[in-house]
């Protein structure tokens, strides 16, 4: 569907979702919807012509800007721009980046196993002559 309206979303979810979430991977036919079959609720948005899950707390609108078929294993590279983010306001720092843990995401570790993060640390960008600071 992606090659079709060449846009597709991303959908952050939280750890009590994760069941959901990890059940959209599992092999649906083209006709049947990940939404309804994982218990997701579709929210449409002006100016995506595909679905965000309605209770995710961070919301990613992207449009296809190449497509690459991978003869090495049969898949397709798709890679995107982001033309869209929707998240709470919290989250977002003065300098433009995410506080994840604000949104409360599950991350996902292998094909499998899903956490909640714990400590982070931020760093101010690598440079070579100059001393790494934590900001």
Same mark, same amino acid.
Request: net charge negative; proline share 4%.
């Given at each position: ?13 939280? #750890? *009590? ?9 599992? &092999?649906?036919?083209?006709? %049947? ?7 997701? !609720? @579709? ?5 995506? +012509?595909? &679905?965000? %899950?309605?209770?995710? &707390?961070?919301? %990613?609108?992207? $449009? #296809? $800007?190449?497509?690459?078929? #991978?003869?090495?294993?049969? =898949?397709?590279? #798709?890679?995107?721009?982001? =033309?869209?983010?929707?998240?709470? @306001? !919290?989250?977002?720092? +003065? ?26 640390? $931020?760093? *101010?960008?690598? $440079?070579? *002559? ?6």
């Amino acid at each position: 569907m992606c090659l079709k309206t060449e846009c597709w979303t991303l959908n952050g979810f939280r #750890l *009590d979702s994760a069941a959901q979430a990890h059940q959209t991977s599992a &092999p649906y036919a083209k006709n %049947v919807s990940e939404f309804s079959a994982c218990g997701f !609720d @579709a929210e449409w948005r002006i100016g995506t +012509d595909a &679905p965000y %899950v309605k209770s995710s &707390p961070l919301q %990613v609108g992207c $449009r #296809l $800007r190449e497509h690459q078929a #991978l003869n090495i294993n049969g =898949t397709h590279l #798709l890679i995107g721009e982001v =033309t869209a983010l929707y998240c709470a @306001a !919290d989250a977002q720092r +003065d300098d433009g980046s995410l506080d994840l843990a604000k949104l409360d995401l599950a991350t996902v570790s292998g094909l499998d196993t899903y956490s909640e993060p714990g400590k982070s640390r $931020r760093f *101010d960008l690598a $440079r070579v *002559d100059t001393p790494l600071r934590e900001q």
